[in-house]
């Protein structure tokens, strides 16, 4: 009897437990459940199974590592020349740490991001050869009516890093999200490459991740809009070529609407 009254009460609670997360459309999970593919909170297979976007999901997917392994690495490395300042900075173990303190990233990646992320890195930084924006020192990127995030004297806001942040509206914002002030040290993301790496899966996260599932082509618009304006069409070609390549070697299928 008396557990009889336990147990109903349990239910009840758990009850309450469900409608209540159930109900946050769009996955803010509490961590210990698993976002489903249509974004509600539960741990049951209907929200940790297939499709499952966050939290424990169970895992019929490869770890970060065993993705991005030595060799996937080095091979685009190597293609970078000896002279590049980026070939003795960015490193796989720099990318991993990065990713490990990512909030969710390690545990919500899979091949076909990778090869997307990767296919922008690789162009952006011309196979990681570049750690600063070409002829980027030319300019500080300061933009001064930018009041939230201003500038602070002598120092360069100009492209950095695998995704090349730049300005100092980007490198306010993204210091805010990975926990450094990266306005008064922007050239951090220049000299320590675990936080060149964090820059990129910060901006991965905000402005990629979301547009994801639109297509390959959506991610070069939300990388670099500029190139998607009918005025580049080499660099989206160069991007997707990549890609396709990476895609084979992570042996996915590249998916619809690759151009933008
Ligand atoms: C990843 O992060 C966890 C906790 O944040 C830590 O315990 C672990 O050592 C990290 N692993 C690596 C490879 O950095
Ligand atoms: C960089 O500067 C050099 C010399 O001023 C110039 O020839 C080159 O076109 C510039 N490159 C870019 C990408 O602006
Ligand atoms: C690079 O940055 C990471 C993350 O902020 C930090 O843990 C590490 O100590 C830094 N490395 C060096 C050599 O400063």
Same mark, same amino acid.
């Given at each position: 009897m008396a557990l009889t009254k336990v147990s109903s009460i349990f239910l009840i609670c758990l009850f309450g437990f469900y409608s209540q997360t159930a109900a946050q459309a769009y996955c803010g999970c509490s961590p210990i459940l698993c $976002?489903?593919? =249509?974004?509600? $909170?539960?741990? =049951?297979d209907l929200y940790c199974g297939s499709g499952c976007r966050s939290g424990p999901c169970r895992r019929s997917r490869v770890p970060v590592d065993r993705i991005v392994t030595q060799q996937f690495f080095n091979d685009i490395i190597s293609k970078a020349s000896n002279d590049c300042a980026g070939k003795r900075f960015y490193t796989r173990e720099s990318f991993l740490k990065a990713a490990n303190d990512t909030f969710d990233f390690t545990s919500s990646v899979n091949s076909l991001e990778i090869a997307t992320m990767f296919a922008h890195f690789t162009y952006v930084t011309g196979n990681f050869c570049q750690i600063d924006a070409v002829n980027g020192t030319s300019g500080d990127y300061c933009e001064e009516s930018n009041k939230q995030y201003p500038c602070a004297q002598g120092k360069s806001y100009h492209g950095r890093g695998p995704i090349q942040l730049s300005g100092n509206s980007n490198y306010g914002?993204?210091?805010?999200?990975?926990g450094l002030d990266l306005l008064r040290q922007p050239e951090l993301v220049g000299s320590n490459s675990?936080?060149?790496f964090k820059t990129g899966l910060w901006f991965w996260m905000t402005y990629v991740r979301p547009v994801l599932n639109q297509g390959f082509g959506a991610t070069i618009r939300a990388v670099n809009g500029l190139d998607c304006n009918g005025e580049n069409s080499g660099a989206i070609d160069a991007r997707i070529e990549q890609y396709i390549d990476y895609c084979k070697q992570l042996g996915v299928d590249p998916g619809q609407n690759l151009r933008c």
């Open positions: $976002c489903s593919q =249509n974004g509600y $909170c539960g741990i =049951n914002t993204c210091g805010q999200g990975i675990t936080v060149a």
